[in-house]
């Protein structure tokens, strides 16, 4: 059984090496040649794994990223607008560049884990769960999640456009929205749902018109019918506002809180190793003077500390640039 398995792995890397090709996805491309190389090393198959890496090292890469990682989407003229629905971004963030509790993290992973042996799965007549809802305040993640579960399985990462689908004529939504799910239906690939809570909103809400009821039922009904190959991803500030019924559409449910001081001192270390700079201090201790900051906060905290730090070379003085850069947080806070 563990060797129908392995086929069943190395098959889904096939499958995948030849969508990168149709698709003209060099980055993808990149990605399943070196996982299939990794694991014929693990194999002690040196000289096949040194041969397909020295293939890799004279492919030619053709540039496919434009406008910081957005790409335009390749459509059918029944999907002429799509364009309007979806924003295609390139993953950049990887799960090891996340700062997850361990039971998050461990929830996660099994998620992405359900997907990368999916065959497995079906060989047993069962399907991978296929939905996740991402609860918790503003940057603490949430699209970075979504963005990172894209990346570990190697498939493409489309943003919903709330902009293309809300129409100025309401009865225009349900069409639009089936045309959303109609093109995402032709793909392997994670759809996100920023601020889910602007169109998945309770439609026992006194305040709504007939109309907004019915684009949520709608919503509803297209989630449902969505394929397991398409990872349908949530995110909401206020869950209170949600439909109740769109909670049963959603098979996992995280809570992306505000870090605690670990938490925060784990992404500083992480920011350290990747700027290559050694702010001087515990991360610690910076953290718990950021204390309460969410991680966008605090990333952009490192951020600054690194501009200035690489403006004033050759000599930074990276614990005066600390300094500064704390004085600013608090009149920020102000």
Same mark, same amino acid.
């Given at each position: 059984m563990q060797g129908r398995e392995k086929n069943m792995a190395k098959a889904d890397l096939l499958i995948k090496l030849v969508s990168s090709i149709n698709r003209g996805d060099d980055n993808l491309y990149k990605k399943v040649v070196e996982s299939i190389i990794a694991d014929e090393r693990r194999?002690? @198959? @040196?000289?096949?794994?040194?041969?397909?890496?020295? #293939?890799?090292? &004279?492919?030619?890469?053709? %540039?496919?990223?434009?406008?910081?990682?957005?790409? %335009?989407?390749?459509?059918?003229?029944?999907?002429?607008?799509?364009?309007?629905?979806?924003? @295609?971004?390139? %993953?950049?963030?990887?799960?090891? =560049?996340?700062v997850l509790d361990p039971s998050t993290l461990k929830i996660v992973q099994e998620f992405i884990q359900e997907h990368h042996r999916r065959d497995v799965l079906k060989s047993y007549n069962l399907e991978p769960r296929h939905s996740l809802l991402a609860i918790g305040a503003p940057g603490n993640g949430k699209t970075t999640l979504a963005e990172a579960i894209a990346a570990e399985l190697m498939i493409p990462f489309y943003i919903v456009r709330?902009?293309?689908?809300?129409?100025?004529?309401? $009865?225009?939504?349900?069409s639009?929205?089936?045309?959303?799910? /109609?093109?995402?239906?032709?793909?392997?690939?994670?759809i996100?749902? =920023?601020?889910?809570?602007?169109?998945?909103? /309770? #439609? $026992?809400d006194k305040h709504e018109t007939g109309e907004i009821k019915r684009v949520v039922s709608s919503?509803?009904? &297209?989630?449902?019918?969505?394929?397991?190959?398409?990872?349908?991803?949530?995110?909401?500030?206020? %869950?209170?506002?949600?439909? #109740?019924?769109v909670w049963r559409r959603f098979q996992v449910r995280i809570q992306l809180n505000v870090p605690d001081i670990a938490m925060a001192s784990t992404y500083?270390?992480?920011?350290? &190793? #990747?700027?290559?700079? =050694?702010? /001087?201090?515990?991360?610690?201790?910076?953290?718990?003077?950021?204390?309460?900051?969410?991680?966008?906060?605090?990333?952009?905290?490192?951020?600054d500390i690194q501009r200035k730090y690489v403006l004033r070379l050759p000599d930074s003085n990276v614990k005066r640039i600390i300094q500064e850069c704390y004085d600013e947080v608090e009149l920020r806070k102000i």
């Open positions: 194999k002690n @198959h @040196h000289i096949l794994a040194d041969q397909l890496q020295n #293939r890799l090292n &004279q492919y030619v890469h053709k %540039p496919v990223q434009k406008n910081g990682g957005q790409f %335009p989407i390749h459509q059918s003229n029944s999907n002429s607008n799509i364009e309007n629905f979806l924003l @295609h971004i390139q %993953p950049t963030k990887r799960l090891n =560049d996340l709330y902009d293309g689908i809300i129409g100025s004529y309401l $009865g225009e939504t349900a639009r929205l089936k045309t959303l799910f /109609e093109f995402i239906k032709s793909q392997e690939c994670v996100f749902f =920023d601020e889910f809570d602007s169109i998945g909103k /309770e #439609r $026992g919503l509803l009904f &297209q989630i449902d019918n969505l394929p397991s190959y398409v990872i349908t991803i949530g995110a909401t500030n206020h %869950p209170e506002l949600l439909d #109740r019924a500083i270390d992480k920011f350290q &190793q #990747r700027s290559n700079i =050694d702010f /001087e201090y515990t991360s610690k201790t910076i953290a718990t003077k950021l204390k309460g900051l969410s991680f966008a906060e605090i990333e952009e905290f490192c951020l």
